[in-house]
């Protein structure tokens, strides 16, 4: 079982497990064991994890990259009639320069962080498709392509969906508590696939006058349970150290890096760790980029994933040893992430 604990990310006090997630969905019973052991173990210390051998087809990945990279190259115009529309529905296109990602909860300041530091990145927010009143802005209405593309993305929802289920019936293992515990919680899917594009860029724009760091996107932690994130070749994930440093999360082909959110940190009464990450330039000096005056688009996707917007959270059995050491109210998961996205945008 040494390969299921293989490390991914080793520096500055920062170790990221490198999992075989067969061993948890297909191994024996020890295997599993061992498996759900080894995700509980990383959320509760470094808050990521990456899973080699998932349940989503390579393939599959690929067109989804494939799929997202054609729906970027469309028309400004296009892309604009599927602005999105509220967060509430945390669904539509997004703009680049609309959004930035921060811990901060005061809309006047994220508006002053987003001018100044603006992330360089558009995306496109999918939803459960079928959400009454919370329509998904889909390119179907465009062409054929547009059909296909809908399709696809709908199909690969549901697939992260179910990996999701999986994952968090890991952590349940690893607690100790019923596999299924988190069943209910998983299966509407009130998740968001999110498209990603870091177009290409000047050089230029990275080397500030004012000695702040220009990034793709800035240094946040995620709002909801767990975050499934598929990364292109050209990095620029980075995760912070127990030393306060930023750390290359570096692309394994084939794998998917999973991190634990602020929500789950609250659900299971802070025993598992939501780290700050960021999403800057690789190479991090413009200097050593590669020949011309821009660097080459990057992209990546992310599937948000969260409780079911209508349960409530509080803190998981076996962790806490009394009610008195709870450390925090039960919440709505739906309203938590509405207030977090009103922030935000």
Not at 321 to 333: F, G, I, L, M, T
Request: proline residues 6%.
């Amino acid at each position: 079982m040494a390969d299921t604990i293989d490390s991914a990310v080793s520096k500055d006090n920062l170790f990221i497990p490198l999992i075989d997630f067969s061993h948890f969905t297909s191994g024996t019973a020890s295997e599993k064991k061992a498996a759900a052991d080894a995700v509980l173990k990383g959320f509760q210390q470094a808050g990521f994890i990456y899973l080699k051998n998932h349940t989503i087809p390579l393939p599959d990945v690929e067109n989804a990259f494939n799929y997202s990279a054609k729906f970027f190259a469309r028309p400004q115009s296009q892309k604009d009639e599927l602005e999105w529309y509220s967060p509430e529905a945390n669904r539509g296109y997004v703009q680049q320069g609309r959004e930035k990602v921060t811990d901060l909860i005061d809309k006047e300041d994220v508006a002053a962080l987003r001018g100044d530091v603006p992330d360089l990145k558009e995306s496109l927010e999918i939803g459960r498709e079928g959400e009454e009143n919370c329509p998904n802005m889909w390119p179907d209405k465009f062409d054929e392509e547009g059909k296909t593309f809908k399709e696809y993305m709908i199909g690969f929802h549901d697939q992260c969906k179910r990996l999701h289920a999986q994952v968090m019936r890991a952590v349940a293992l690893g607690l100790g508590i019923e596999e299924s515990w988190f069943d209910s919680f998983t299966d509407r899917g009130d998740n968001t696939l999110r498209l990603l594009h870091y177009p290409a860029v000047a050089k230029d724009v990275f080397k500030r006058s004012d000695g702040r760091m220009q990034v793709r996107a800035g240094e946040h932690s995620d709002y909801g349970s767990i975050t499934l994130l598929f990364q292109d070749a050209r990095g620029g994930l980075q995760v912070k150290s127990p030393q306060n440093t930023f750390v290359d999360a570096t692309p394994i082909p084939g794998t998917i890096v999973v991190n634990a959110g602020d929500l789950l940190a609250r659900w299971s009464n802070d025993t598992i760790k939501s780290t700050k990450h960021r999403v800057i330039e690789p190479p991090p000096n413009p200097d050593q980029a590669t020949p011309g005056d821009k660097y080459p688009p990057r992209y990546s996707i992310a599937y948000f994933c969260n409780p079911n917007f209508g349960r409530t959270i509080d803190a998981i059995p076996g962790t806490y040893a009394d009610v008195k050491d709870k450390k925090y109210e039960s919440v709505n998961s739906g309203e938590y992430l509405v207030q977090r996205l009103t922030a935000t945008y």
